[in-house]
């Protein structure tokens, strides 16, 4: 960057590349909103002033008139793998609506293929018109000793990642516990990112009290994970930023957002964390949680303010997240300011999107990791993997179940279940039960694991999938073993995704070859066939929020209640330790 | 410091090293104040809760009730020799009211010593119990070519100091005007604070329009220099963080906080700049600055915020300027909250002031900087050195005269002289007209520039320091060329300080031995020896705030309108064009 001649462009002295005059400029340095010109050189803004104030001379000159120019919105905390694309195609459906910087945490595929996966995002974000900036995972695998991922990421790990160019934290710190208890591991995590000047997320859902506090001395910088009000302004009051989300799987500003604003200065910051592809399309990205912040009353600059600068400045970026004289010229243009809806987007002064659409597509960057099949089974799976054995022959037991929420929490129930030749009859328990199963994919020598599972209601048929957070082996449910078998296989043999299998016919598939989390396609065809298997999983039965990945957080064993892990089953989340089958 | 004890302490599971009960907290996070317990672990606090809620267990526990609890002040920009002593003496004057972090340019000693003079200022603040971090003077001279400085810093050795330990950004960037203007010497010390990560301090008073833009584009993050309301709003919109200040020689916050406060949105931050041992210890320090945000109506909590948590997170000091889990232990307890009193200061968890009293003295840290005379004359002066030749031998010619205004402003004005023997005579143009002469120190080949002076009101005698903004040669003026080389030699023998004389005696003096700048005695004892030069300077009619040191300023040639340097004489300011005696 020329900065002789930007200072030149900006003081008049030379011709700027671009003007957008007459536009409604939302400054979210004192969240006015007033008409302005605004002059660009190069990849930076020169100039910023009232509406004619200067005269701006220009290469090209946009007429502004009628609508509102915001800074590009900045997603301070997520993960691309939720949209199950790479960061290219991800690129290309969030730039539409108004995300030009994203803060990603790629713990999904690192969970995966380890530093590799990491390597993978940072160089496949390189150069694109988004700008992606990294923050390393500090929980891979989520719980340390309680399952397997497919790499284990300490201190080392975590310190090497740091110096990898456009990294700028350590990723929301999940095992608080861990941290609380003061676990080496993950003060050693947290110290490498203070080493190195990082910002640390938080991630402590519910925390509060004298836990919370040793959460935050430990040098935790900000939280996405608020439940509750009363939980949000003790959070506030301590000195975490929050970032305010709403995602695929919840709209979690909607209770906090009354509490925090009783406080006298208010100041915070937003995200998405998790979009899932048809959610994306239909329900848009940041725009969608400054509505959310509208909503509640908030004015629309400051919501613009908590989506870009607060930010920008929280990781320490700078020049982002602002429209001033020096700025990256990052500058959206929206024709409805209360709707929030996107027509223009340049990113560093090129013009991006155009009347909402995308100008050009956008090319995948080399990469030097090769992507192979990443699903590794130990030997083929058969229909005895899956069959429960009784400590009796014939007569009744009592078993263990976990029983999913419509909130996607868990509890455990204890009922009386039929064995019938040493084996559990699942539909001795009615229609809404049936196995669970955890398979091992990252080469593990163990044997896939087996529970029972109620409340997914699933009448029948099988749903598996690799997206199984955050260890990511395969989660599977369903009512015969012999379909469950045919639903691992297809997933070996796609190297990963999401199937769902009926009386040996498998009625849906999609396949995820990245790490099997991902698709090499763009959003507009994942999400059609997101949205066929969704419809494929709800004719089953399944009634939850996000019908076929309804099942892929059920072995994500830092999540109350009740959890399964590849290692040792059935989990108390609380305490960590194994619950029995058999009551 | 040891993280996993913090944790432990934060959590309850070891003892506290100190507890703070009962206290109203000034919770700078909400800008609410409530009844709040403290418990501090090591040098940081561990846990914050409300009053009474954790029952906390500590080695000692001081009861806070009826007092505020405060994050120590952080002074977001000062020159310590504007308080004419060592950071160790300064640390010992501003502790107790206070400020626990002061963000330095040491651009007074960098203009006389060069690279050493700051060094000697860092090396001189390691360890004290005020956090002192430093900023690298960017103009040293303050303007190229015009004038005669100690040094001369470019982009290289301003990137080699941005190395330097406790090294934070780039000083007030003064040659606005070369900034805006793109001379390779001013983007490229800007770009060696860029390419550090350093925080860049602006100085522009009165600049606005498409120059204040071009300052901006260069990188510019903040600015102390406002001087009216439509500039310092201009400034806001345009992302400077406004550093309001009230100093010794203004309350430059007066005229501009009314109009800043028509912003919907304002978040700012405070700083001293420059305060005079008798001023800091009559009115204070940043107490004093909190006190004009009081006066316009800012709630106090805010004022705190603006004192403290804004300036550290300005500067990317983690964990300074706030009382929450994992932030330092720089508390301060306010005795009144509108007088903004200061009782008991810690610092690290341990008390340094108690009952408004330092409780022991702060040692001078080693250096490895050896301290010698800094007053270095080409050859000793004689009265001919003074003397002004006229270009007639007898008779009458006009002369332009540099007329100081009591706002510290001047102006030129063109005036009849009588000239006897070639030599012009100051007293035909009456009692308020002298000479007025920069004696070059720095070791110039070049004799001294003289000049004639009005306004300031001294009736007879000479007035001579070593004090000359900013390149500190000697500026003295007198009405008698024999008292003035009575003055320059008494300079010389005692390494530069404050003078004067009148009819062959020295009426007063201050000695400043450390680069013609600072004392080595504490404040208390500078501050008497400064009252009692002052109460010489008005004795002999100087009416102008900071009497004695009321000249200082003449020479600073980046103030309006007309200035004296050492290398051309009288100087137009905005031309920065040599300005002929005779006109």
Same mark, same amino acid.
């Given at each position: 960057?020329?900065?002789?001649?930007?200072?030149?462009?900006?003081?008049?002295?030379?011709?700027?590349?671009?003007?957008?005059?007459?536009?409604?400029?939302?400054?979210?340095?004192?969240?006015?909103?007033?008409?302005?010109?605004?002059?660009?050189?190069?990849?930076?803004?020169?100039?910023?002033?009232?509406?004619?104030?200067?005269?701006?001379?220009?290469?090209?000159?946009?007429?502004?008139?009628?609508?509102?120019?915001?800074?590009?919105?900045?997603?301070?905390?997520?993960?691309?793998?939720?949209?199950?694309?790479?960061?290219?195609?991800?690129?290309?459906?969030?730039?539409?609506?108004?995300?030009?910087?994203?803060?990603?945490?790629?713990?999904?595929?690192?969970?995966?293929? +380890?530093?590799?996966?990491?390597?993978?995002?940072?160089?496949?974000?390189?150069?694109? !018109?988004?700008?992606?900036?990294?923050?390393?995972?500090?929980?891979?695998?989520?719980?340390?000793?309680?399952?397997?991922?497919?790499?284990?990421?300490?201190?080392?790990?975590?310190?090497?990642?740091?110096?990898?160019?456009?990294?700028?934290?350590?990723?929301?710190?999940?095992?608080?516990?861990?941290?609380?208890?003061?676990?080496?591991?993950?003060?050693?995590?947290?110290?490498?990112?203070?080493?190195?000047?990082?910002?640390?997320?938080?991630?402590?859902?519910?925390?509060?009290?004298?836990?919370?506090?040793?959460?935050?001395?430990?040098?935790?910088?900000?939280?996405?994970?608020?439940?509750?009000?009363?939980?949000?302004?003790?959070?506030?009051?301590?000195?975490?930023?929050?970032?305010?989300?709403?995602?695929?799987?919840?709209?979690?500003?909607?209770?906090?957002?009354?509490?925090?604003?009783?406080?006298?200065?208010?100041?915070?910051?937003?995200?998405?964390?998790?979009?899932?592809?048809?959610?994306?399309?239909?329900? +848009?990205?940041?725009?969608?949680?400054?509505?959310?912040?509208?909503?509640?009353?908030?004015?629309?600059?400051?919501?613009?303010?908590?989506?870009?600068?607060?930010?920008?400045?929280?990781?320490? =970026?700078?020049?982002?997240?602002?429209?001033?004289?020096?700025?990256?010229?990052?500058?959206? #243009?929206?024709?409805?300011?209360?709707?929030?809806?996107?027509?223009?987007?340049?990113?560093?002064?090129?013009?991006?999107?155009?009347?909402?659409?995308? *100008?050009?597509?956008?090319?995948?960057?080399?990469?030097?990791?090769?992507?192979?099949?990443?699903?590794? =089974?130990?030997?083929?799976?058969?229909?005895?993997?899956?069959?429960?054995?009784?400590?009796?022959?014939?007569?009744?037991?009592?078993?263990?179940?976990?029983?999913?929420?419509?909130?996607?929490?868990?509890?455990?129930?204890?009922? !009386?279940?039929?064995?019938?030749?040493?084996?559990?009859?699942?539909?001795?328990?009615?229609?809404?039960?049936?196995?669970?199963?955890?398979?091992?994919?990252?080469?593990?020598?163990?044997?896939?694991?087996?529970? =029972?599972?109620?409340?997914?209601?699933?009448?029948?048929?099988?749903?598996?999938?690799? *997206?199984?957070?955050?260890?990511?082996?395969? *989660?599977?449910?369903?009512?015969? $073993?012999?379909?469950?078998?045919?639903?691992?296989?297809?997933?070996?043999?796609?190297?990963?995704?999401?199937?769902?299998?009926?009386?040996?016919?498998?009625? +849906?598939?999609?396949?995820? $070859?990245?790490?099997?989390?991902?698709?090499?396609?763009?959003?507009?065809?994942?999400?059609?066939?997101?949205?066929?298997?969704?419809?494929?999983?709800?004719?089953?039965?399944?009634?939850?929020?996000?019908?076929?990945?309804?099942?892929?957080?059920?072995?994500?064993?830092?999540? $109350?209640?009740?959890?399964?892990?590849?290692?040792?089953?059935?989990?108390?989340?609380?305490?960590?330790?194994?619950?029995? #089958?058999?009551?």
């Amino acid at each position: 960057m020329d900065r002789t001649a930007l200072i030149e462009a900006a003081r008049g002295d030379r011709p700027l590349d671009l003007a957008i005059t007459n536009v409604n400029l939302v400054n979210v340095f004192t969240c006015e909103i007033y008409p302005a010109d605004i002059g660009i050189f190069g990849d930076r803004i020169a100039v910023v002033g009232p509406a004619g104030a200067y005269d701006l001379e220009a290469k090209e000159t946009i007429d502004g008139m009628g609508k509102w120019a915001a800074p590009g919105f900045v997603d301070t905390h997520v993960h691309i793998e939720s949209t199950m694309v790479t960061p290219a195609s991800y690129a290309a459906a969030v730039l539409p609506f108004g995300t030009t910087t994203s803060i990603i945490d790629p713990h999904e595929i690192g969970n995966v293929l +380890g530093m590799d996966g990491v390597r993978f995002m940072v160089e496949g974000s390189e150069g694109l !018109p988004l700008r992606v900036y990294t923050t390393i995972s500090s929980c891979v695998p989520a719980v340390p000793d309680k399952e397997t991922a497919g790499a284990d990421f300490g201190p080392e790990e975590v310190a090497e990642m740091l110096t990898w160019p456009r990294v700028i934290g350590v990723a929301e710190v999940m095992d608080y516990m861990g941290v609380v208890n003061a676990s080496p591991k993950m003060v050693g995590i947290v110290q490498a990112g203070l080493d190195a000047g990082a910002t640390i997320q938080g991630h402590s859902p519910l925390l509060m009290g004298r836990d919370l506090n040793a959460y935050l001395a430990a040098g935790i910088d900000n939280d996405h994970e608020l439940r509750q009000g009363d939980e949000g302004l003790e959070k506030l009051r301590l000195g975490v930023l929050p970032l305010l989300k709403v995602s695929t799987y919840g709209n979690y500003a909607r209770n906090i957002v009354p509490t925090l604003k009783s406080a006298p200065f208010l100041d915070i910051a937003l995200c998405t964390d998790d979009i899932e592809p048809a959610d994306l399309l239909k329900n +848009g990205h940041m725009d969608r949680v400054i509505r959310e912040m509208l909503w509640h009353g908030i004015e629309p600059a400051v919501a613009i303010r908590w989506a870009s600068y607060n930010g920008a400045r929280h990781y320490k =970026l700078r020049d982002h997240g602002a429209i001033g004289p020096g700025y990256l010229a990052d500058i959206i #243009l929206l024709s409805s300011l209360e709707e929030v809806k996107t027509s223009e987007v340049f990113v560093g002064g090129k013009m991006v999107v155009q009347d909402g659409k995308l *100008i050009e597509p956008i090319e995948e960057p080399p990469t030097t990791i090769k992507i192979e099949n990443s699903v590794h =089974l130990r030997q083929p799976v058969s229909v005895e993997d899956f069959k429960i054995k009784a400590p009796i022959k014939e007569g009744t037991v009592n078993v263990n179940v976990m029983v999913l929420e419509p909130s996607r929490l868990t509890r455990l129930e204890t009922v !009386p279940a039929q064995v019938r030749n040493h084996e559990v009859d699942p539909a001795s328990l009615g229609e809404d039960v049936c196995y669970l199963s955890v398979v091992p994919r990252h080469g593990q020598q163990h044997p896939p694991v087996v529970a =029972l599972l109620k409340g997914l209601h699933l009448r029948h048929g099988t749903l598996a999938t690799t *997206i199984a957070h955050d260890s990511h082996n395969i *989660i599977i449910t369903g009512h015969r $073993p012999s379909d469950m078998v045919i639903a691992v296989q297809e997933l070996e043999k796609c190297g990963g995704g999401i199937v769902i299998v009926d009386e040996g016919k498998v009625l +849906g598939k999609v396949e995820l $070859p990245l790490a099997g989390l991902m698709s090499l396609k763009p959003v507009s065809e994942l999400a059609v066939e997101m949205e066929a298997i969704n419809e494929t999983a709800k004719s089953l039965g399944i009634d939850h929020r996000a019908q076929a990945l309804a099942i892929s957080g059920l072995a994500l064993t830092v999540i $109350p209640t009740v959890r399964i892990s590849d290692l040792v089953g059935l989990l108390d989340v609380a305490t960590q330790e194994p619950i029995p #089958l058999f009551a």
